[in-house]
């Protein structure tokens, strides 16, 4: 079946502009994570979803990073007044529920260059 | 807090050749943990969970409390395992993965 899917697979914006990243889960899904991938950091999580339960933002790195979830699925990630250190590879996962026993299954990730 | 450390970065083999990716973790909890691998222009993909003790493609870890590590094994080394693989931790609630640097597994013919 489908995997997880995201939008764009590259995004090069200028300083200071606003993006938009989207994540389609896997359809049944309950549990959304993004996490980005940097060269100096490697992989850190940045905010996930439990149905409809409050998020934990305890991730993000600025206020000027949001993120929601709309309908239980789709999700949007966005970064206001981009900075060139906000260039990494944007990871979204979904797995059936939270836990362990529960694998996360990736998407392909969003390549953001801030110029 | 929690912490996966992988303390090399590129490890270079030859084919047949055994294979040991490090890795130790810090959590205060029983943590879960997990190798996650990402093959050249792949999306990164679950290889192998603790509480499975399965061997994928021929990898196993094991979970050694005393010495908080979760070290991958393979004893015999293929050109195809070339890749890099993370080390992840998941603990608490909601399951997020707290990832190691990673290490880029090298195995030439």
């Known amino acids: 079946g489908a995997g997880v899917s995201q939008s764009p697979s590259n995004k090069v914006t200028e300083k200071g502009k606003d993006v938009e990243l989207r994540c389609d889960p896997i359809s049944g899904h309950t549990a959304l994570y993004w996490y980005r991938q940097s060269l100096g950091q490697g992989l850190e999580f940045l905010i996930y979803?439990?149905?409809?339960?409050?998020?934990?933002k305890s991730g993000l790195p600025s206020d000027r990073f949001s993120a929601e979830r709309t309908g239980g699925s789709v999700s949007t990630l966005t970064i206001q007044r981009t900075q060139q250190e906000d260039s990494a590879v944007y990871l979204c996962a979904s797995s059936f529920r939270s836990g362990g026993a529960y694998e996360q299954y990736f998407g392909p990730g969003t390549r953001l260059t801030v110029t | 807090a929690q912490r996966v450390t992988q303390p090399e970065k590129l490890l270079s083999v030859f084919k047949g050749a055994p294979v040991e990716l490090k890795c130790n973790y810090s959590?205060?909890?029983?943590?879960?943990l997990f190798w996650y691998v990402q093959y050249s222009r792949q999306r990164l993909q679950l290889l192998l969970r603790h509480i499975s003790r399965e061997s994928i493609k021929g990898f196993t870890a094991d979970l050694n409390k005393g010495e908080t590590s979760f070290h991958l094994k393979k004893p015999f080394a293929q050109e195809e395992d070339s890749a890099m693989y993370y080390c992840?931790?998941?603990?608490?609630?909601?399951?997020?993965?707290?990832f190691g640097k990673g290490i880029t597994l090298s195995v030439r013919p």
């Open positions: 959590y205060s909890g029983s943590p879960e």
């Open positions: 979803f439990q149905g409809n339960s409050a998020p934990d």
């Open positions: 992840a931790l998941s603990g608490g609630a909601n399951s997020k993965l707290t």
